[in-house]
Nanobody
Framework: QVQLVESGGGLVQPGGSLTLSCAASGRIFSINVMGWYRQAPGKQRELVATSTSGGSTNYADSVKGRFTISRDNAKKMVYLLMNSLKPEDTAVYYC???????????????WGQGTQVTVSS
C-alpha cells in the first residue's frame, strides 16, 4: 500500500558530504513524522533525525550540527544532508514515516529498504 524508497547512499571520504532522499508513494492520505534511522554492523538501529509535518525537527546528539533533515510535503519526500561525515557514520540508513491511508484510519509506521552509506578513505 505504501512504499518508502531511499536513494543517494554510497562511498564517501571522511569529511565529505552526501544527501539521502526518500520518496513515499502509494495510498497516502497524510504523513506525520518522517525520519531517518541507521544501523551499523553489530549494532541496534538508532534514530538519526526526524521531521514533523509542522516542521519540527529532532536530531541524535551524534549528528547535531552536521546533518540536516528537510522535507517536501507536496512531493512526499524527506531528505538528509550529511556534512563532515565520519567513519562512524557508516551504516545502512533507513527512511521511516507515519502514514494514514484514509480519513479516520489509524497511523501506520512504514520503513524503507535502506541505503548503504560508507565513510572511508
Amino acid at each position: 500500500q505504501v512504499q518508502l524508497v531511499e536513494s543517494g547512499g554510497g562511498l564517501v571520504q571522511p569529511g565529505g558530504s552526501l544527501t539521502l532522499s526518500c520518496a513515499a508513494s502509494g495510498r497516502i492520505f497524510s504523513i506525520n513524522v518522517m525520519g531517518w534511522y541507521r544501523q551499523a554492523p553489530g549494532k541496534q538501529r538508532e534514530l538519526v533525525a526526524t521531521s514533523t509535518s509542522g516542521g519540527s525537527t529532532n536530531y541524535a546528539d551524534s549528528v547535531k550540527g552536521r546533518f540536516t533533515i528537510s522535507r517536501d510535503n507536496a512531493k512526499k519526500m524527506v531528505y538528509l544532508l550529511m556534512n563532515s561525515l565520519k567513519p562512524e557514520d557508516t551504516a545502512v540508513y533507513y527512511c521511516n514515516a507515519d502514514v494514514r491511508t484514509g480519513w479516520g484510519i489509524p497511523w501506520t509506521n512504514y520503513w524503507g529498504q535502506g541505503t548503504q552509506v560508507t565513510v572511508s578513505s
